[in-house]
């Protein structure tokens, strides 16, 4: 496999954006992300100050306007973000109440409603990224059975089956949508949902029947907060990876708290999420392994700290990332030294003429 240089640094745009400028509308985001040094940014598609999914689905006019206004400041989009749409495909009842406010205030308190709207959401997605030229988009599974993931009590035979079987059958429309606007549609393993590991992922990979477009977006952090070998994710899954999410955390278990965290607030349990640099990911070991299995998509900054303000760990965030894209090879470093070799020479060598 020839490997290719990975794109960036580029900043996953949600938890910067708000009312005050320069966070208040895409203009002066791009302008404010820009002046950090990136490279490119990935659009929250729920978020109506910056974007309108809808009209980006239906208006190639539009796509070129959001297209020109990221130019304007040296800046690509990377791709779109469908994470709270996504979390709404499948939501146990346990939860209808915390994630109504993912959905519009009409629809609150109406849990097929709420699904429907996600759906369309995810259809107006794979149209709004084939507008905009792009290859990859990021989302939430949603979970059916995040409730049971401890077993006990014990679960009743079959009962992960059944959520897995409904999971696949509301998504393999959605894929096949994401298939037809030619857009990888990439599930972000994280906790909360039913994709949050690699065995769950594959569950989910066989009901879809190996489905080409069901792809993955790589978030170490989550691993960290898991116990679960990233590096080896990467070795296991890379075929599979289109889209990176750089974004540190640190586990520090002790004789109080392990990786369920006691309840506690996010600053004060084992598994925090920290600010690029600040935590324990090996992002040398990352950035190596992608560019050997030839990842050439954006690693994009997605700042998320208990300790650190998020203007802080934006501006770390580019030249941490710059410094960690590695240029890739394109020759072999001892060719130099290579002699020259043909099937008859290489038959010689053996003994076998």
């Known amino acids: 496999m020839k490997m290719k240089t990975i794109q960036g640094p ?16 895409l203009q002066n985001i791009a302008h404010w992300a820009s002046s950090l040094g990136y490279k490119g940014v990935q659009i929250p598609s729920w978020d109506s100050r910056l974007f309108d999914l809808k009209l980006a689905a239906e ?10 206004t990221l130019t304007t400041h040296g800046l690509h989009l990377s791709e779109l973000s469908t994470h709270l749409q996504g979390q709404l495909v499948a939501v146990h009842p346990a939860y209808d109440l915390m994630f109504d406010g993912f959905a519009p205030e009409q629809l ?3 849990r097929q409603a709420r699904q429907e709207w996600a759906l369309e959401q995810l259809r107006f997605a794979a149209k709004a990224s084939a507008n905009l030229g792009l290859k990859a988009h990021a989302t939430f599974s949603g979970a059916l059975a995040w409730p049971y993931v401890y077993p006990w009590p014990q679960r009743p035979a079959g009962l992960i089956e059944t959520a897995f079987d409904e999971l696949s059958a509301r998504w393999l429309p959605i894929l096949n949508a994401f298939e037809e606007a030619g857009v990888d549609l990439c599930f972000e393993i994280h906790p909360g949902e039913d994709l949050h590991d690699g065995i769950t992922f594959e569950m989910f990979l066989e009901r879809v029947k190996n489905h080409s477009r069901c792809n993955l977006l790589f978030d170490p952090s989550h691993f960290v907060l898991q116990q679960l070998d990233y590096l080896q994710f990467i070795d296991l899954y890379h075929s599979r990876i289109r889209m990176f999410h750089v974004k540190d955390a640190e586990f520090h278990s002790s004789g109080r708290q392990g990786v369920y965290g006691g309840y506690q607030p996010w600053i004060e349990r084992a598994g925090r999420f920290r600010s690029l640099g600040d935590g324990q990911v090996d992002f040398p070991g ?3 392994k992608l560019t050997q ?3 050439d998509g954006w690693a994009v900054m997605e ?8 203007e802080q760990g934006a501006a770390e965030g580019a030249p941490f990332i710059a410094r960690h894209i590695i240029q890739a090879a394109q020759q072999s470093f001892d060719d130099f030294a290579g002699s020259g070799a043909d099937q008859a020479a290489n038959r010689r060598m053996m003994g076998l003429e």
């Open 10 to 25: 580029a900043i996953f745009l949600a938890q910067f954006a708000g009312d005050a400028a320069p966070f208040n509308n």
């Open 59 to 68: 208006s190639t006019t539009y796509c070129a306007e959001v297209l020109d």
């Open 108 to 110: 609150r308190g109406d």
């Open 286 to 288: 990352i950035f190596s």
């Open 293 to 295: 299995y030839g990842f």
């Open 303 to 310: 700042w998320e700290c208990c300790i650190k303000s998020g």
